[in-house]
Nanobody, 120 residues
Framework: QVQLVESGGGSVQAGGSLRLSCVVS??????GGWFRQAPGKEREYVGG????????YYVDSVKGRFAISRDNARNTVYLQMNSLKPEDTAIYYC???????????????WGQGTQVTVSS
């Protein structure tokens, strides 16, 4: 059984930083990705990373502020979030194993989400 467990969410002031972690158990992670969903809005793809970190993808709104990385020895995918803005407030979900790459992904496995709140 594949399980994804996110951690690292919390509350921070605008301009601050947080790092989210996603530990995957039950299988080797290939592509890893992050999504977010703000109240009253549709889920938004934040970005993804390939198995050997050779390729990364980010949505325009987070480019230059967020960075995705991974530690394959720990089967963990990270999302480093810097220069946070109030509009980054959302529940953040990690996902694993896309059937269609990381730019237009269809991920097979999902975590339960972790709340990120950015105050002005």
């Amino acid at each position: 059984q594949v399980q994804l467990v996110e951690s690292g969410g919390g509350s921070v002031q605008a301009g601050g930083s947080l790092r989210l972690s996603c530990v995957v158990s039950g299988r080797i992670v290939y592509e890893g990705g992050w999504f977010r969903q703000a109240p009253g809005k549709e889920r938004e793809y934040v970005g993804g990373i390939t198995r050997l970190s050779s390729k990364k993808y980010y949505v325009d709104s987070v480019k230059g502020r967020f960075a995705i990385s991974r530690d394959n020895a720990r089967n963990t995918v990270y999302l480093q979030m810097n220069s946070l803005k109030p509009e980054d407030t959302a529940i953040y979900y990690c996902a694993a194993d896309s059937t269609s790459g990381i730019e237009y992904p269809e991920y097979r496995y999902w975590g339960q989400g972790t709340q990120v709140t950015v105050s002005s």
